[in-house]
C-alpha cells in the first residue's frame, strides 16, 4: 500500500523560504517519480515541480526559485522554496506514480494530504 506523507509547511514573510519533505513508501517498482502540487480554493492543482531518477520539471511560476531533490534509495522528496511570495500561498500536496521514466505533471495516482504555505507581504 503506498504512503505518502508531507511536512515542513507553514507561514513566512514574503522573501523567505520554506522547506517541504515528502517520505512516499510501499512502491513496487524501483522507477517512481515523485512530484509536488499546490493549489488555492476555487483554482485549478498546478504542478510546480517534478522529479524521475534522473530528470527534473518545473513549471514556469517557480523555476529559480524552487529546488526540487530526491533521495531515491529513500523515496523521500524535498522542495525547497525560496524568494517566497503571497501567490505561493496554497496547499502544497506530493503526489508519486509508479513505472516512470520521466518527470511529467499527469498520471499521478497517488496523493499525501497536503500541507500548507502561507506567505505574508
Known amino acids: 500500500q503506498v504512503k505518502i506523507v508531507e511536512s515542513g509547511g507553514g507561514s513566512v514573510e514574503a522573501g523567505g523560504s520554506l522547506r517541504l519533505t515528502c517520505q512516499a513508501s510501499?512502491?513496487?517498482?524501483?522507477?517512481?517519480?515523485l512530484g509536488w502540487f499546490r493549489q488555492v480554493p476555487g483554482k485549478e492543482r498546478e504542478g510546480i515541480a517534478t522529479t524521475a531518477t534522473a530528470d527534473v520539471a518545473y513549471a514556469d511560476s517557480v523555476r529559480g526559485r524552487f529546488i526540487i531533490s530526491r533521495d531515491t534509495a529513500k523515496n523521500m522528496v524535498f522542495l525547497q522554496m525560496n524568494n517566497l511570495q503571497p501567490e505561493d500561498s496554497a496547499m502544497y500536496y506530493c503526489a508519486a506514480k509508479e513505472f516512470c521514466a520521466s518527470a511529467v505533471f499527469y498520471g499521478y495516482p497517488y496523493w499525501g494530504r497536503g500541507t500548507q504555505v502561507t506567505v505574508s507581504s
Open positions: 510501499g512502491f513496487y517498482s524501483n522507477r517512481v517519480c
